[in-house]
């Protein structure tokens, strides 16, 4: 039996790439995003190179999101192995320019989605 990896964040960019790594090293794959049409249309090209694959849409930096995301995994393919919290966002002015929106949002979804991203795969 091959094995399950979930990987935030992998509509597009680093996590679409390691999501697209552990398809083609035999894991089947939950694809997770908060941009669903992005998300999609990764799916879509996934599906097309017969990659086993589902997705779910979600906020890392919701709790609820990050236990539905492992359900849905668990639901579909029976286990889960693999959690990559590569989800993530980066701050686009200089240190001194960060407001403090800016960086209450890059915690909520760094740091809160690796807590709970940790606690549902546990």
């Not at 039996?1 to 935030?8: E, L, P, W």
């Amino acid at each position: 039996m091959s094995k399950v990896a979930v990987v935030t964040g992998s509509a597009g960019g680093l996590g679409k790439g390691i999501a697209e790594r552990l398809c083609k090293d035999g894991y089947r794959v939950v694809l997770h995003d908060i941009n669903e049409s992005m998300l999609n249309k990764t799916v879509s090209e996934f599906k097309e190179k017969n990659f086993p694959v589902i997705d779910v849409k979600g906020d890392v930096s919701k709790r609820e999101d990050q236990f539905n995301l492992v359900k849905g995994g668990v639901n579909t393919f029976g286990r889960l192995d693999v959690f990559v919290n590569i989800a993530g966002i980066d701050a686009v002015s200089p240190l001194l320019d960060i407001t403090e929106e800016q960086l209450d949002k890059l915690f909520k979804i760094i740091v809160n989605g690796v807590v709970f991203g940790t606690q549902a795969a546990a």
